[in-house]
């Protein structure tokens, strides 16, 4: 129902439950991911680590992610002309994989040529030359292997055979391949030496078609090959150590006062345990209860262009009156006075202030049938009702008193969070970095993982639907929705490191413990499976983000206003 003041997006672009009601999807995931970073206790989402508080762990509910998760790569050869291949430490389809750049290196009989270039996006691009003698030292590396393992007819096992004879049985193609891949795997540790510490995990990608490889090797019997590798980016502060004097203007909302909002609490309790009785002789007045039927067009001199407008539209939508200041302006005006088997039609603008950018500014048509109409039977407002209101208390002013504490620390943890969230704001505008593709596509992923996760929660779904959400196709939908979203998030979490690190920040052992220990004995809890290692980097990541973020609180310059 498009009539109330915030943004309806598709399920996987919405906000977070952990973000603001009221914030538009542009931000929402934005919001969910940084409000947290004060309160690591709380076990939050940001930098990836998932919320305790939730059914969900999107690194760890392999029956939701396993359709999309980036697995590690494997070398692949294709026969596809068009096709490269990836390289890493996983050797599970080949006898002859590529290894590790991290592993030991194993010593060449010769030097490679290898030439270093820039490229955008934080990556580099190695010119790899391999000289015959490396190849000629790997090639008979690769038939002593086959030696050892071929059983070839007319030779007992292990024993030396000629190598003609040898190479005709194994078949001379895969031979040359077994080469290459040797040839590949020996060389890719020396050739990465000068990026091998600056080197984004899964990004080292060998982009030269196997096909070439092949060519190159069966006519010159030496190799040449092209790496691209993603590295850690470099950030630059704008102006330089300009987060040392941040002036920071924060927005707060007046929906969390906490005065108004415990009236409104208290209002709202009292009407839920009142009687909903049905109008018979009047038409609707304000603090009734209505359900109808909206739908809504857009206006336009030439008829042809007029369109449905499928958010404003809504069958059976249970309208609380009171409630109006939260709808389209003019649409309660609009409807006072309508009748049970009532339709009212009338014109409405959208705000240019409105959540949903599409709208903004359309002139509508709108088209409203009343189909039942009530009102409420309250009881007194006095003690006798304190115990409904809330169990336990004697009161009315009991009550009021128990809601305004409540209100009172929503509002300064809601306080906190703008606060936190503007700092974050502010400091990602201060920062130029070049974000590598690999670093986007995996905080995307687990963004969109973590969505998937809590839809999953919601709703149940099925293996047919989860296997469409989850396809290569959604996930790439979903980058491209939010892509400004996760440069931001970016951005943020490298400042918030850079910052660590300039200022010497520093949190107590034990707080790592306790936090690793609730994590621990959450994911037990909900029999998750976890990787230990990985909660405790995330949560060391937690508490180095709320460290900089109290650090920052502290030397910024810090104002409120309320919208």
């Known amino acids: 129902m498009e009539l109330c003041s915030r943004t309806l997006t598709t399920l996987l672009h919405r906000t977070s439950p952990s973000s603001s009601s009221s914030s538009s999807s542009s931000h929402s995931l934005l919001r969910a991911t940084t409000c947290n970073y004060a309160t690591p206790s709380k076990s939050?989402?940001?930098?990836?680590?998932?919320?305790?508080?939730?059914?969900?762990?999107?690194?760890?509910?392999?029956?939701?992610?396993?359709?999309?998760?980036?697995?590690?790569?494997?070398?692949?050869?294709?026969?596809?002309?068009?096709?490269?291949?990836?390289?890493?430490?996983?050797?599970?389809?080949?006898?002859?994989?590529a290894s590790s750049t991290e592993e030991k290196m194993d010593r060449l009989p010769a030097e490679l040529n290898v030439t270093e270039t820039q490229e955008p996006n934080s990556r580099v691009r190695l010119q790899v030359e391999v000289p015959p003698v490396v190849c000629e030292d790997c090639y008979k590396r690769v038939i002593s292997e086959f030696t050892k393992q071929a059983k070839v007819p007319g030779f007992r096992p292990g024993k030396p055979v000629p190598e003609s004879i040898l190479v005709g049985y194994v078949g001379r193609k895969n031979v040359q391949k077994a080469t290459i891949e040797s040839i590949l795997r020996r060389?890719?540790?020396?050739?990465?030496?000068?990026?091998?510490?600056?080197?984004?995990?899964?990004?080292?990608?060998?982009?030269?078609?196997?096909?070439?490889?092949?060519?190159?090797?069966?006519?010159?019997?030496?190799?040449?090959?092209?790496?691209?590798?993603?590295?850690?980016?470099?950030?630059?502060?704008?102006?330089?150590?300009?987060?040392?004097?941040?002036?920071?203007?924060?927005?707060?909302?007046?929906?969390?006062?906490?005065?108004?909002?415990?009236?409104?609490?208290?209002?709202?309790?009292?009407?839920?345990?009142?009687?909903?009785?049905?109008?018979?002789?009047?038409?609707?007045?304000?603090?009734?209860?209505?359900?109808?039927?909206?739908?809504?067009?857009?206006?336009?001199?030439?008829?042809?262009?007029?369109?449905?407008?499928?958010?404003?539209?809504?069958?059976?939508?249970?309208?609380?009156?009171?409630?109006?200041?939260?709808?389209?302006?003019?649409?309660?005006?609009?409807?006072?006075?309508?009748?049970?088997?009532?339709?009212?039609?009338?014109?409405?603008?959208?705000?240019?202030?409105?959540?949903?950018?599409?709208?903004?500014?359309v002139h509508a048509q709108f088209t409203v049938e009343c189909k039942e109409l009530f009102y409420r039977d309250l009881p007194e407002l006095d003690d006798s009702i304190a115990d409904k209101l809330i169990p336990g208390c004697t009161t009315v002013q009991q009550v009021k008193e128990l809601l305004l504490q409540r209100c009172q620390e929503v509002e300064q943890s809601a306080r906190e969070q703008a606060t936190d969230n503007a700092i974050l704001d502010q400091i990602s505008k201060m920062v130029e970095v070049d974000i590598p593709q690999s670093l986007f596509e995996e905080q995307g992923r687990q963004l969109?993982?973590?969505?998937?996760?809590?839809?999953?929660?919601?709703?149940?779904?099925?293996?047919?639907?989860?296997?469409?959400?989850?396809?290569?196709?959604?996930?790439?939908?979903?980058?491209?929705?939010?892509?400004?979203?996760?440069?931001?998030?970016?951005?943020?979490?490298?400042?918030?490191?850079?910052?660590?690190?300039?200022?010497?920040?520093?949190?107590?052992?034990?707080?790592?413990?306790?936090?690793?220990?609730?994590?621990?004995t959450e994911f037990k809890r909900q029999n998750q499976e976890y990787d230990e290692e990985r909660v405790k980097d995330q949560v060391q990541e937690i508490l180095e983000g709320a460290k900089v973020l109290e650090w920052l609180r502290e030397h910024a310059e810090i104002q409120y206003v309320t919208r």
């Open 187 to 361: 060389t890719l540790p020396h050739a990465m030496t000068s990026v091998t510490r600056k080197a984004l995990p899964d990004s080292v990608r060998i982009v030269t078609k196997f096909s070439e490889l092949e060519k190159t090797y069966s006519s010159q019997g030496s190799l040449r090959y092209d790496v691209l590798a993603d590295i850690v980016p470099e950030i630059k502060w704008v102006p330089d150590n300009g987060y040392k004097n941040l002036k920071i203007v924060v927005e707060i909302d007046s929906d969390i006062d906490a005065q108004k909002a415990s009236e409104q609490e208290f209002k709202r309790r009292h009407k839920s345990i009142g009687a909903l009785k049905v109008v018979a002789d009047r038409g609707l007045q304000v603090g009734d209860v209505v359900v109808i039927d909206i739908s809504a067009t857009t206006i336009d001199q030439d008829e042809s262009k007029i369109k449905n407008i499928p958010s404003a539209e809504s069958k059976g939508f249970n309208f609380d009156t009171e409630d109006g200041y939260r709808i389209l302006p003019g649409f309660l005006d609009s409807i006072i006075g309508i009748r049970p088997g009532e339709t009212k039609s009338f014109p409405l603008v959208f705000p240019e202030t409105w959540n949903q950018e599409n709208l903004r500014g």
């Open 44 to 97: 939050s989402n940001y930098f990836n680590l998932s919320s305790s508080s939730s059914s969900s762990s999107h690194y760890h509910n392999h029956h939701v992610l396993h359709h999309f998760q980036q697995q590690p790569f494997l070398f692949h050869h294709h026969h596809g002309s068009s096709s490269s291949f990836t390289v890493s430490a996983s050797s599970s389809s080949s006898s002859v994989a």
């Open 448 to 520: 969109y993982g973590a969505s998937l996760l809590e839809i999953q929660a919601k709703m149940n779904l099925n293996d047919q639907q989860l296997a469409s959400l989850s396809s290569q196709k959604a996930v790439n939908e979903y980058l491209e929705h939010q892509k400004d979203n996760i440069r931001n998030l970016i951005k943020q979490n490298l400042a918030v490191g850079d910052i660590y690190r300039r200022e010497n920040l520093q949190f107590s052992t034990e707080d790592l413990v306790k936090e690793v220990e609730n994590s621990i």
